[in-house]
């Protein structure tokens, strides 16, 4: 059974940069896609980056191009998330997501992951 758990949340002042890790275990990710996604209270959730396993290949939503940037080490079975300049309106839930590709979603959809974290807060005071 695929499992995803995140770490490396907290609160930072606005400026600073933070860096969320994501271990997967449970399985062959050969074909899998990984992704980070946060919401924020009333707000939907959002997809901030994702990551094809095999090939390492780097997906973003247009409007989160920048200061978030996502990685992998494969031999730690591990995603990053690197995130630069934080502002308050990052404070959100930030989950991690796994899911097996077979083209029917974008790697952005949240439609394209099975297997998600419990989520890591992250909050940014001004």
């Known amino acids: 059974q695929v499992q995803v758990v995140e770490s490396g949340g907290g609160v930072v002042q606005a400026g600073e940069s933070l860096r969320l890790s994501c271990v997967a275990s449970?399985?062959?990710?050969?074909?899998?896609?990984m992704a980070w996604f946060r919401q924020a209270p009333g707000k939907e959730r959002e997809c901030l980056a994702a990551?094809?396993?095999?090939?390492?290949?780097?997906y973003y939503p247009g409007s989160m191009q920048g200061r978030f940037s996502i990685s992998r080490d494969y031999a730690k079975n591990t995603i990053y998330l690197q995130m630069n300049n934080l502002k308050p309106e990052d404070t959100a839930v930030y989950y991690c997501?796994?899911?097996?590709?077979?083209?029917?979603?974008?790697?952005?959809?949240?439609?394209?992951?099975?297997?998600w974290g419990q989520g890591t807060q992250v909050t940014v005071a001004s």
């Open positions: 997501a796994a899911g097996w590709f077979t083209g029917r979603y974008r790697y952005t959809q949240s439609e394209a992951y099975d297997t």
């Open positions: 449970g399985g062959n990710f050969d074909n899998y896609g």
């Open positions: 990551i094809s396993w095999v090939g390492g290949v780097t």
